[in-house]
């Protein structure tokens, strides 16, 4: 007999069952696709756990909460630790001078690039962000599906609604929860397979217009995201987007001009106004959402305090109660 429904089994509603789980509660997964897939907005994310450098644009809260990302996903996959970079061509060098300003957790190196990323000759210098770190969010994904599956937790295909249980539930649907204030913001991602370069951690390269983060993963794949776009527009990719960053990631690298497009993605990030996410509590009802594109970064401290609020009465910063 399940103690708790959790609605949505994406990294949020994952999470959020995880953590029922480690407070001593047996929760109930549904979700309208099942498991985690192309369906969901976490399978399209770049995987950086990287707080420090969201803080250029991000609130305090989403720096603050984020510093513990990388220790809590260690608990149920394989996490990578060696930092990420922050480069400008030479053009746009002003561009890193004012990363700098609005960010901490960084030293700006010189002759140590050469030695960190031997391949990464386009930039001069760089922002070190040291204690940052990266995963590979699909398997990710299926490994915090494998550790609830030996808690005896499954996730069941179903499309439901909170208002067919009489039991406490969270909601963790996204876009679908429909709450007031939220909207989407449209993201959009290129994989491309370039085995002849060598990157071994994110690297963000700076542009007034076009701004661009790589991530790398095994077998030669480089993920390049990712737009930001005020629209609801679920349609695949756009020409122009596809356009901007592989011509940034060629700026970077012009061997990313023979890469193999291996794979595109779009999908529609949950939002609200200041792209902080939150636990809003409606009666028996938690909704888990907001995370923008702090996902992977954010959602383990979003279920521990949606835990601590149902199994103590805590009240974090992120809980809002309507």
Not at 59 to 64: C, G, T
Not at 259 to 269: H, I, M, P, S, Y
Not at 286 to 291: A, E, V
Not at 310 to 317: E, H, N, R
Request: hydrophobic letters at 45%; one cysteine or more.
């Amino acid at each position: 007999m399940a103690d708790i429904t959790i609605i949505g089994a994406g990294v949020a509603g994952l999470w959020a069952a995880w953590e029922m789980c480690k407070a001593g509660l047996t929760p109930r997964i549904l979700d309208r696709n099942g498991p985690p897939g192309p369906h969901s907005c976490s399978w399209w994310a770049g995987g950086m756990l990287a707080p420090y450098c969201e803080g250029a644009v991000a609130e305090p809260a989403v720096v603050r909460h984020g510093k513990d990302a990388a220790r809590a996903w260690a608990e149920v996959t394989e996490v990578t630790y060696r930092g990420s970079l922050v480069v400008a061509l030479q053009r746009d060098r002003a561009e890193l001078s004012r990363f700098a300003r609005r960010t901490s957790g960084h030293r700006l190196i010189t002759n140590e690039l050469a030695t960190l990323e031997p391949d990464l000759t386009t930039a001069d210098q760089a922002l070190f962000f040291e204690d940052e770190a990266h995963l590979d969010p699909r398997g990710a994904l299926l490994d915090l599906t494998r550790a609830l599956a030996a808690q005896g937790v499954s996730i069941e295909r179903a499309e439901v609604t909170p208002e067919e249980f009489s039991g406490p539930v969270i909601d963790a649907r996204g876009l679908a929860a429909g709450l007031p204030g939220l909207r989407g913001v449209r993201g959009e991602m290129v994989v491309l397979r370039a085995p002849d370069i060598r990157l071994g951690r994110p690297v963000r390269l700076l542009h007034p217009r076009h701004p661009l983060y790589i991530v790398p993963r095994a077998g030669g794949l480089f993920m390049l995201g990712a737009t930001q776009i005020e629209s609801t527009d679920k349609r695949g990719i756009s020409a122009r987007s596809t356009l901007e960053l592989l011509s940034a990631a060629y700026a970077l690298d012009p061997r990313f001009a023979e890469a193999e497009l291996v794979e595109t993605g779009t999908d529609l990030r949950p939002a609200f106004a200041d792209n902080v996410p939150r636990v809003v509590v409606q009666g028996r009802v938690l909704h888990l959402n907001g995370l923008f594109r702090h996902g992977y970064l954010l959602a383990p401290a979003l279920a521990q305090q949606a835990a601590a609020f149902l199994t103590q009465g805590i009240k974090g910063d992120m809980v809002h109660e309507n």
